[in-house]
């Protein structure tokens, strides 16, 4: 029997790119899956994309700004009285922005840190009661920056060290609570995300979006560009029995783009 079915899984950031992928995988499992974004189109997008998996399950949507606390409380409330239990909260909302550290104002940074780090930050005490009950897993998609600084990236790997941190001590309250807490740190991924990223980072240093993409997939060493489904591989055995012993532990799917041993 698949140890999936019928748990319920919260991906934020759910509506595209690696949430999706991984809600993808575990609705493929016989998870009841709850998509939350900020966007109506996009949920419907991706409740389409979700459904034409092979078995998957239709995922449930909830439109939310997690900048907010009322939106992380809606969220609670909607996971609350839809299932009244929560098994599984994947935090992968979130899209910091690259460039010019000069001309970031305070704005962007202000608004990473909202979506990304305190989104996180909330859903995790909002929903731990219920994860609590279930003995239930939290998974955290952070980014490689969060241990290799750039200097085009400084606000993405400031809120990404953020959440490193975050979730290596929320793992101690797991260990005591019965929750397992973890991290993934993907590298490059092909989704809108990163073509934005690559966008972002040609403006500030005056390139093609090309040139970067290649300059990036050479430096960092790697065959290819990861995908979704890399990530969500992942996420699924994190989240599984075989995995109960691993705790507070971030790992890179990055290809081996990750230079140091930390």
């Known amino acids: 029997m698949n140890e999936f079915k ?6 934020s950031g759910g509506s595209r790119g690696i949430g999706r992928g991984i809600a993808t995988a575990f609705a493929c499992q016989g998870a009841k899956t709850v998509l939350v974004a900020s966007s109506a189109e996009h949920l419907a ?11 998957a399950v ?16 809606s969220v609670q409330r909607f996971v609350a009285n839809r ?13 910091t922005r690259a460039g010019a550290f000069i001309e970031q104002g305070e704005d962007a940074w202000q608004d990473g840190f909202a979506l990304k780090f305190f989104g996180c930050v909330r859903l995790c005490r909002l929903l731990w009661p219920m994860l609590q009950g279930s003995h239930g897993h ?28 975050f979730t290596k001590g929320l793992a101690g ?11 993934i ?18 403006k500030a240093n005056g390139l093609t979006i090309n040139e970067v993409r290649e300059q990036q997939i050479k430096k960092d060493g790697i065959a290819r560009l990861g995908t979704p489904e ?27 783009a990750t230079p140091g041993v930390y």
């Open 230 to 256: 890399d990530i969500a591989a992942l996420a699924l055995f994190l989240c599984s029995s075989a995995a109960r012993h691993i705790q507070g532990t971030a790992i890179a799917v990055d290809g081996g």
């Open 45 to 55: 997008a991706a409740v389409e994309h979700v459904a034409k998996a092979k078995g």
């Open 83 to 95: 299932f009244g239990q929560c098994d599984i909260l994947i935090n992968s909302a979130g899209a």
């Open 6 to 11: 019928d748990k319920v899984v919260l991906v």
């Open 185 to 202: 740190l993907p590298g490059l991924t092909a989704t809108d995300r990163v073509e934005l990223l690559f966008e972002q980072r040609a």
């Open 173 to 183: 309250l797991g260990r005591r609570d019965g929750i397992n807490v973890n991290a």
């Open 138 to 165: 939290v998974v955290n998609i952070i980014g490689g920056a969060a241990r290799t600084p750039d200097p085009d990236f400084l606000i993405g790997g400031s809120v990404n060290a953020a959440m490193h941190n």
């Open 58 to 73: 239709a995922p449930e949507t909830c439109i939310a700004d997690l900048r907010t606390m009322p939106g992380c409380e």
